[in-house]
């Protein structure tokens, strides 16, 4: 099952380079069409590394969530948007900064894929993350000294997944993998865990905890929720899915052990609706122009 498509990039490198900037463009980008991958698994990410930025194995959708700042459930469009995949190697012009990346990929998505779209406000029905009455029960992380010196060496995340479990590397020493019936955190915020535990439920997380610091820390599921989780993350993730394994979501829940593995963490989650922002393509081409 390849469930990892839509995991780890359009969050990560949207709050990587969350802040407004004037609108520039790449000095040099190609696009291609991925390489196929191995049937049952799936590998895709992102590096940057001084002015060279590159995308692997991601879909116009990842691509327009993450140079539009928002997440790709919030893009619609022709399910081609979520199944078609391309590479993206770019140059950032001289003097540029990395935190103008979405910018920039908002114009070569408007030039090379003739991206044409309108934003829609919607009620949606969302979990809030929050922290449970009792208080916190983890323990935050000391701030990584290391990792602050190093704003400028290169950016490299990645993931994979299979029928087995997905790993994701979030780069500066954050990560999670979900396998063997638990979720695995290292040095990861709030805001990081609401973004990428949403990809295994229902519906969209939205971080009202406020807290701003990572932390290590392990969720425990049974093994039934663990295998509803792997199949809604490949369903979210565009993936399709023989019927026998759809049936896993035919309750429509999300799994009840993940409210109370948070609980013992000192979070909640609460069912509620909440106005969203969502992009709508109006027009885009299967196929970029030339390089």
Known sequence: MNATRAIL?????SALFAQDSPRVQFEVASIRPSAEQPTGTGTAGVRIDGAQVRWTALTIKDYIAGAYRVKAYQVSGPDWIGSDRFDIAATLPPGIPASQIPEML?????ERFQVKLHREKKEFPVYTLEVAKGGL?????APDTEAAKADNAPVNITGSGSAQGISVDLGRGS???????????????????AANLERFLDRPIVDMTD???SYDFSLDFTEEDYRTMLVRAAVNAGVVLPPQALRLLDGGASPISLFDAAQKL???LDARKAPLDFLVIDEARKTPTDN
């Not at 908002?106 to 408007?110: F, N, P, S, W």
């Not at 990560?175 to 915020?189: G, H, I, P, Q, V």
């Open 211 to 213: 807290l701003k610091g």
């Open 106 to 110: 908002q114009h070569l998505l408007e």
């Open 9 to 13: 990039i359009v969050f990560a490198a």
């Open 266 to 268: 000192g979070l909640k």
């Open 175 to 193: 990560s999670y993998a979900l396998s063997n019936n638990k979720f695995e955190a290292k040095r990861l915020t709030m805001a990081a865990l």
């Open 137 to 141: 029960k983890m323990r935050e992380n």
